[in-house]
């Protein structure tokens, strides 16, 4: 019997098993808690040019919420928190009705958690009726479709009135707007 149970033992061993437990004694009871499995993190790099840039876009119901063309990007995706940084990046957002307008910086994150993308180090927007953005930073919230400016905001319109202060909340096409100064948004 002794050498049954050894030779039993061996083979479970050798199979990369656990042993089992000797005849009279109880097995340890099953954890309560089984481990999650955790997302494996995937590293994105990409390279592009003026010609052939790196493009990321965003749909939703079979409508194009936003293109992003770069120079590079860089990104991890761990599930739902992805991350990716663009250099140098043309962005090009459409409201539900079509139209566009169009933002460059020197840099933007997309955040897949909170569907955002943030443009920072001085963004230049245009919008299709030739209204004209202009702030120290630019966060669009994909989710509510706004446009959110921070910092030296101007918004010059087609017809050349200006509004200046330190903060803009509006629509995509920079038509419901409102820019205030002072203390935060």
Do not use: W
């Amino acid at each position: 019997m002794r050498t049954e149970r050894a030779a039993l033992a061996a083979f479970v061993l050798a199979a990369g098993c656990a042993a089992p437990a000797p005849t009279g004694t109880a097995s340890p009871a099953p954890s309560a808690v089984t481990a999650t499995p955790q997302p494996v993190p995937i590293r994105v790099r990409g390279r592009g040019n003026s010609t052939t840039p790196t493009v990321l876009t965003e749909t939703k119901n079979n409508r194009r919420r936003f293109t992003v063309r770069a120079l590079a990007v860089e990104g991890n995706l761990i599930g739902t928190d992805g991350v990716a940084v663009f250099s140098q990046p043309h962005v090009t957002f459409v409201d539900k009705t079509g139209a566009i307008t169009i933002a460059d910086a020197p840099k933007a994150t997309v955040k897949q958690r909170d569907n955002s993308i943030d443009m920072t180090g001085g963004v230049h927007a245009r919008t299709a009726d030739g209204g004209v953005l202009t702030s120290d930073d630019l966060r669009y919230d994909a989710t509510r479709e706004r446009l959110y400016g921070e910092g030296h905001v101007v918004l010059t319109g087609p017809n050349g009135l200006q509004l200046r202060g330190d903060h803009l909340d509006g629509d995509v096409r920079l038509h419901d707007v409102r820019v205030t100064s002072g203390g935060p948004r």
